[in-house]
């Protein structure tokens, strides 16, 4: 499970039929701090976000069980909007 903020939007009218009705979304991965870490991916929206959102994702089999379908063309998924976070910055190593 890894936080991501939502940047954008992807619209494809031809895709493998297990992504038909799914919402597809632009998720940049950031690090503790808001700092982006990766490269931007691509991850179906199990929950009604949207831009600018920050989010919690899952990938891999965890992101295909949630899509209701273990055979899907999914590699991420979100699962929970982030309202907020805490970090106690002195428990983390240097």
């Known amino acids: 499970m890894w ?3 939502i940047i954008g939007t992807l ?3 031809a895709k493998d039929d297990s992504l038909v009705g799914s919402k597809l ?3 940049q991965p950031i690090a503790l701090g808001s700092q982006p870490a990766g ?3 691509v991850a179906v929206d199990t929950i ?3 831009t600018g ?3 919690l994702v899952v990938s891999g089999s965890s992101a295909r069980q949630v899509t209701g379908n273990p055979r899907s063309a999914v590699d ?3 699962v929970g909007i ?3 976070m805490e970090i106690d910055k002195s428990l983390l190593e240097e």
């Open 76 to 78: 991420a998924a979100i």
């Open 11 to 13: 619209v494809a009218t």
């Open 39 to 41: 490269a931007p991916i």
């Open 82 to 84: 982030i309202d907020t």
């Open 25 to 27: 979304l632009i998720v």
């Open 48 to 50: 009604g976000s949207g």
């Open 53 to 55: 959102e920050t989010v």
């Open 3 to 5: 936080v991501g903020k």
